[in-house]
């Protein structure tokens, strides 16, 4: 490697048109714009950082933080053709890897176009594995290779469960959104499609829930998932009405009572077992090696500030992590592989599956009958 010095420092509001030039040079599509530059210099969640050489600007690389979560992305990565075979682009990861680590973040992810030899050479020999493959990635229609670096531990020893993902198409949908998740992976049979999103809703939901149409209720999702042939197991840390606190109008609440209470018989007329205790995850990886899946209720504040009930999927663990799948991409800018397999350290899991003010921990794993039908292993 060339010993030519080159300075790596944080990008400033200064290097905006040298940045934008050196987009337009390294990139024919799905370009970052001068705007975008601008909202990354200015916002946190994300290391931007450039190389100089010579005194001009001469590569960099954007990081972003996915928040609430241990998970960081890059992004981009160009270096000018001119400073190229210098060591440059490798020491701009070192440095993001470095980054995300001082921020608190246990993985780095990436996806490369699997024709780009240059940047799979380079991710490789800094130790990214290669852990799936996205068709139809780029605005020309190319493949990217998803890589992942555990930037904190030296074997992460990650078991997660091939689960398909899917985005909800409303805003409360993310019950069904999930279950069909799981319904799926559990068995190919079950096709998500938005007509079944809104049916699971209609079967599933509290009609209200705090200022807006009603979520679903863990034991309608519970009921819903057995009527399709699953087998379900409902777990609830507290035996009042759920969701009665967020809903003001008095009316509304004696809806949502009724509903609660029409499930639970339900339950019981249809043999849905509910656990009326706090769900660990113990059971949870439990649940997940032997061969269910789990839908887990979060609070949305740590990852938007905003305090909302959400269904999510329990997608993998190890042994600082549990892994979910998020239906609902929270920014424009997030794409749908930032919402799978995003690694929640355990602690804050604790802190993010509890919901209100009554803290409220609910839970529904499913599984198929037949276990032989699944398709069981583990992803190594
Ligand atoms: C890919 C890119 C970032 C590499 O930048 P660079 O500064 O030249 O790379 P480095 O000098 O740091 O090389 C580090 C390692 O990457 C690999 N590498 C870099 N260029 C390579 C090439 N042309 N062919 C094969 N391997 C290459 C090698 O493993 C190299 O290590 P080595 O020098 O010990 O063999 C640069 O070519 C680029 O900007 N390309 C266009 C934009 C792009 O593709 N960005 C990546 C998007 S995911």
Known sequence: MSTTPFLIR???AKDLDALTALENQSFLTDRLSRRSFKHWISTDHRALLVAELDGLLAAYILIIYHPGTRLARVYSLAVAERARGLGIARS?????????????RLYL???VSVDNTAAIKLYEALGFQKFGLYHDYYEDHRDALRYQKCIRRYHPMLQQRPVQWFRQTTRFTCGPAALMMAMHSLDARFQPTQAQELTLWREATTIFMTSGHGGCHPIGLGLAAQQRGFVAEVWINQSGTLFIDGVRDEQKK???????????Q??????????????????LFNALQNGALALVLIST???????TPHWVVVSGFDKDCLYIHDP???DQRQSELDCQYIPIAREDFERMSCFGKN?????????????????GDFLA
């Open 10 to 12: 944080a990008a400033q």
């Open 92 to 104: 701009l990861v070192i440095a993001g890897e470095q980054a995300s680590r001082d921020n608190g």
């Open 109 to 111: 992810r990436l996806e």
């Open 254 to 264: 004696q809806i949502v009572q009724l509903v609660d209470n029409c499930f639970k």
């Open 266 to 283: 339900q339950a019981e007329q249809q043999n849905l077992p509910i656990n009326y205790a706090n769900i660990t995850q113990d059971t």
């Open 301 to 307: 504040y740590s990852m938007d500030r905003k305090k």
């Open 328 to 330: 609902d991409p929270d």
């Open 359 to 375: 803290r409220l921990r609910t839970a529904l794993i499913i599984r198929t009958p037949d276990k032989s039908r699944l398709s």
